[in-house]
Every structure is written in C-alpha cells, then in structure tokens.
Nanobody, 125 residues
Framework: QVQLVESGGGLVQSGGSLRLSCAASGRTSSTIYTMGWFRQASGKEREFVAAISGSDDTTYYADSVKGRFTNSRDNVKNTVYLQMNSLKPEDTAVYYC?????????????????WGQGTLVTVSS
C-alpha cells in the first residue's frame, strides 16, 4: 500500500510561485508509476491539474494551468513536484497527489486509487 505525503502549500500573492512535493513510500517494487495532481476548491468538485507518465515522463496538464505549472519527478527520492508559477486567486484549492492509475483516463479522479491527504494553496489578490 503506497503512502503519499504532499507538502509545500501555503499563502502566496497573485503572480507568485510555489512548489508542491509529493513523496511516495511503501512500495515494494522498483516500478516507476504514473503520478497525478488534482485540486479541489471549496464547494467544488475535485479537478485534474497535471500528471506525469511512469513509462516515459510525458506530462499532461489541464488547460487552466498549461504554461504556468510544471510537473516533474525525482525517481531516486520517489518524489514528484508541481512547480506553480504566475499563480492566480482561482488556483486557490487543496492540492492532492494521486498514484496507482488504473484507467480509463488520466483526468478522471476515479481512475486513481491512491491519494495523499492534500496541501492547501491560497492565492491572495
């Protein structure tokens, strides 16, 4: 059973930057997993933000963050990162790391079976 722990959230002004981290532990194999990021704003459904493929590091982004957010990974540290630049107030949400992608599609939250506890990002105007 994988454990995912996010960190790096906080309060930032509009236009600022934050880097989120998600550390994975508890795996017994050396398989590199596809990892994702989702977010959930207050009163809204959880939405896809970004993902990085376990096979070839291909990255995927929601249109709302494309060009501002960058998803990367350090396989030695079993950690994925979400660099968030040019933050906007509408980026305010709890950000969740996801793993164990089972399909059918990356942007669907039901396609992922393991979740972290989330980290709060607040962007002030």
């Amino acid at each position: 059973q994988v454990q995912l722990v996010e960190s790096g959230g906080g309060l930032v002004q509009s236009g600022g930057s934050l880097r989120l981290s998600c550390a994975a532990s508890g795996r017994t194999s050396s398989t590199i997993y596809t990892m994702g990021w989702f977010r959930q704003a207050s009163g809204k459904e959880r939405e896809f933000v970004a993902a990085i493929s376990g096979s070839d590091d291909t990255t995927y982004y929601a249109d709302s963050v494309k060009g501002r957010f960058t998803n990367s990974r350090d396989n030695v540290k079993n950690t994925v990162y979400l660099q968030m630049n040019s933050l906007k107030p509408e980026d305010t949400a709890v950000y969740y790391c996801a793993s164990d992608f089972v399909g059918p599609r990356i942007p669907y939250s039901r396609s992922w079976k393991a979740w972290g506890q989330g980290t709060l990002v607040t962007v002030s105007s």
